[in-house]
């Protein structure tokens, strides 16, 4: 099977990302994980076929030097992203199939959107994969576009999916300045300003232009709301001793995970939890009460703003998008799902 028609059959059936490394059988990500698409190795040969499709002779150039490049073509009429990596005999690209998320019909809850048109202070998403994560934050930043008018600068470490030019206007950047003036330059002036996929020293990047007054949206790869507070506390902790966290406390209006799973109809669904960072949960961030918040978040009503992951599985269960052994693979607290359950009848 030719490389060519690797890529057709990975879209014809509906993956999200190809992969080829050079030795390894070729493979794509589909909803439900990862399947080999031909038993045979791939070869140094499709290798140099695949950069002939996808990159044009400056990215090769960039590649040949650096060993990595980034970008963006256009596959069978459709926007495709990319990643090289090249080191001695590792040859790998990840080729995204799904940059714009088209496939997915992504359902946000209410509460996330309306924070997020505030546009005030932090707002911090996190999720255990890249792709899952970039795809909830275009979608976010994609129904703010239509709801309002506002400039925007998207700073991603990978290729971010495209937003349609609505109300709201975006840049995008790799974050990546020579320069602070650069920095200074892009930044300047806008109302919000977006992080994706970056390390930690980002995020006090993005604290200070939340100290400033603009919107800030940091976006990290988190498998779990207890995983993203702790680490941020250890880091405002190394930074900025006892003041950190209340510094940032003063900042934040939402804290918000999304995890992906595989639906009954083999589409993804992502359950959600969101902690709206209100008077009494500011004061647990304030003390890094980690354990305090998420028993706050737990025992929230249910009209409040805040949502547990549990009340995101339940739903999805009510549904019927997802199966009751998947929510409780997820569930990180299958009793307290289990007496869920059990009030409404399932």
């Known amino acids: 099977m030719s490389l060519t028609e690797l890529l057709l059959q990975a ?28 038993s045979t190795p791939g070869l140094v040969t499709e290798w140099n076929l695949l950069q002939q499709s996808l990159l044009s002779n400056q990215q090769k150039a960039v590649l040949d030097t650096t060993g990595v490049v980034l970008g963006e073509t256009a596959l069978d009429s459709h926007r495709v992203g990319f ?58 930043l994609q129904k703010m576009s239509e709801e309002k008018s506002f400039s925007a600068a998207v700073l991603s470490a990978r290729t971010f999916p495209q937003i349609r030019d609505e109300k709201a206007c975006f840049v995008y950047h790799n974050g990546q300045f020579a320069r602070s003036e650069d920095r200074e330059s892009l930044l300047a ?49 190394k930074n900025f001793g006892a003041q950190g966290s209340p510094r940032w406390a003063e900042v934040l209006s939402v804290v918000a995970g999304s995890y992906g799973m595989p639906g009954l109809s083999g589409e993804r669904v992502f359950a959600h939890e969101i902690l709206l960072v209100k008077p009494q949960v500011r004061s647990l961030l304030e003390n890094e009460d980690c354990k305090g918040v998420l028993q706050a978040l737990g025992q929230a009503a249910e009209n409040s703003g805040l949502l547990a992951l549990n009340q995101s599985l339940l739903q999805h269960l009510i549904r019927r998008r997802i199966d009751l052994k998947t929510a409780f693979e997820v569930s990180r607290d299958p009793d307290n799902l289990d007496q869920l359950l059990k009030k409404v009848g399932i």
């Open 11 to 38: 879209k014809a059936k509906k993956a999200d990302e190809f992969l080829f490394v050079v030795g390894a059988e070729p493979r794509a990500r589909l909803a439900n994980g990862w399947v080999t698409l031909r």
């Open 83 to 140: 990643s090289f990596f090249q080191e001695g005999a590792t040859m790998k690209a990840v080729v995204d199939l799904d940059v714009d998320g088209l496939k997915q019909e992504v359902s946000l809850p209410a509460s996330l959107l309306e924070n997020a048109l505030r546009m005030k202070g932090m707002m911090l998403l996190s999720g255990p994969g890249e792709g899952g994560r970039s795809w909830i934050l275009q979608k976010l």
């Open 189 to 237: 002036g806008l109302d919000l300003v977006v992080y994706d996929g970056f390390s930690d020293e980002k995020f006090l990047e993005a604290l200070n232009l939340a100290e400033q007054g603009t919107f800030v949206i940091y976006s990290m790869k988190s498998p779990s709301m207890e995983n993203t507070l702790r680490r941020c506390f250890s880091v405002l902790h």
